[in-house]
């Protein structure tokens, strides 16, 4: 059967770029935004236009009881799921010293909750027959953690565990795995000299692009054999080891 994918957050930056490699692969794409709804409609003519189903879908991810809504209204939209790659995220800075319950929640309920009862309602309308693969979007932080964005990192860290525990439960009917980027877009508190010398200190002298992200998650999705799996796709920036987030070490 053609192949189907949910990717939350695709409308735009890093997400956009996943939605059109899949889609260049021969996928049927839904498109999860919050806000960005010309982008996301824009980004699903495109890929009609290339001869693929596609359909975008308005969710509030913090909300509870989002992710059986969101799976329900994609299969009546353009059919059964086949593949998921949990995306969307909230990145917010909090440390120790500034960390509320607010913040907390509000990363861990986009961030893990929802990513998790995600799986789940994708899960529970898989075809029979079908092998189905989840992929999710980590950080290198994982590899390299540091005390800034202390909420966001720890929500990183529960979905890379739950990579590898579901990858085990899930066995054999769904693959899971993870791609872990670098630093890969600038953010609107980072100047362009700061985000170019934040690429070039990499191991590699270059950080990765949007596209290099893309083309990770697509290897996943193809690669039937592999399960549980992290991919750092980040020039090897973990190997650095910051003391603090690199926004910090990189202005001024």
């Not at 735009?12 to 010309?38: M, P």
Request: one cysteine or more; proline letters at 4%.
């Amino acid at each position: 059967m053609r192949r189907t994918v949910l990717v939350t957050g695709g409308a735009k930056r890093i997400g956009r770029e996943i939605c059109l490699s899949l889609a260049n692969e021969g996928f049927s794409v839904a498109v999860q935004y919050l806000t960005s709804k010309s982008e996301a409609q824009a980004l699903v003519r495109e890929i009609e236009s290339m001869g693929n189903k596609a359909t975008s879908v308005q969710s509030d991810l913090s909300e509870p009881g989002c992710a059986s809504d969101i799976i329900e209204r994609v299969v009546e939209s353009i059919g059964p799921l086949t593949d998921l790659v949990n995306n969307a995220s909230v990145f917010l800075h909090d440390d120790i010293c500034s960390v509320t319950e607010e913040s907390w929640d509000a990363h861990m309920s986009v961030n893990a909750r929802a990513q998790t009862m995600l799986i789940r309602s994708f899960s529970e309308q898989l075809p029979e027959g079908c092998q189905g693969s989840v992929v999710n979007i980590l950080d290198q932080k994982v590899a390299s953690p540091n005390p800034d964005h202390l909420s966001y990192t720890a929500s990183r860290f529960a979905m890379m565990g739950l990579t590898e525990a579901l990858a085990r439960g899930m066995a054999p009917r769904i693959r899971v795995n993870a791609v872990a980027p670098g630093h890969t877009l600038s953010s609107s508190e980072q100047s362009d000299s700061g985000f170019a010398r934040a690429q070039s200190e990499s191991p590699l002298g270059f950080g990765p692009e949007a596209s290099d992200i893309a083309q990770s998650v697509t290897f996943l999705m193809n690669s039937r054999t592999v399960t549980g799996q992290i991919l750092f796709a980040d020039s090897g920036e973990r190997f650095l080891s910051r003391k603090r987030d690199v926004l910090f070490e990189t202005e001024g």
